[in-house]
Nanobody, 125 residues
Framework: QVHLVESGGGLVQAGGSLRLSCTAS????????MAWFRQAPGKEREFVAG????????KYADSVKGRFAISRVNAKSTVILEMNSLKPEDTAVYYC??????????????????WGQGTQVTVSS
């Protein structure tokens, strides 16, 4: 069992930056593929970014490429999402997710086994 806790959300003006963190419990964090998803009001949850267990491979949604960066520190059981050049359309609840069984970074939420409670990101225009 893995318990995920996100932090770092908040209110920011368009063009600004935020840094989200997700800390996991358990001793096998380094074996999990990690990802960030987001869900805006009235919309389905969507993939934002993912990172392999070693951190050597990443994947991004087209809408955030070049603006967001995902990284992980396995020694601290933490995955980070650096968000730059934020836009109002980035406003959503952001969720951290973990998968224990994937070999590649999946973009479908049903491929992930564990989820955090979410953190709100609001970008004002």
């Amino acid at each position: 069992q893995v318990h995920l806790v996100e932090s770092g959300g908040g209110l920011v003006q368009a063009g600004g930056s935020l840094r989200l963190s997700c800390t996991a419990s358990g001793r096998t964090f380094s074996s999990y593929i990690m990802a960030w998803f987001r869900q805006a009001p009235g919309k389905e949850r969507e993939f934002v970014a993912g990172i392999s267990d070693s951190g050597g491979s990443t994947k991004y949604a087209d809408s955030v490429k070049g603006r967001f960066a995902i990284s992980r520190v396995n020694a601290k059981s933490t995955v980070i999402l650096e968000m730059n050049s934020l836009k109002p359309e980035d406003t959503a609840v952001y969720y951290c997710a973990a998968s224990r069984s994937l070999f590649t970074i999946a973009t479908m939420q049903n491929e992930y086994d564990y989820w955090g409670q979410g953190t709100q990101v609001t970008v004002s225009s």
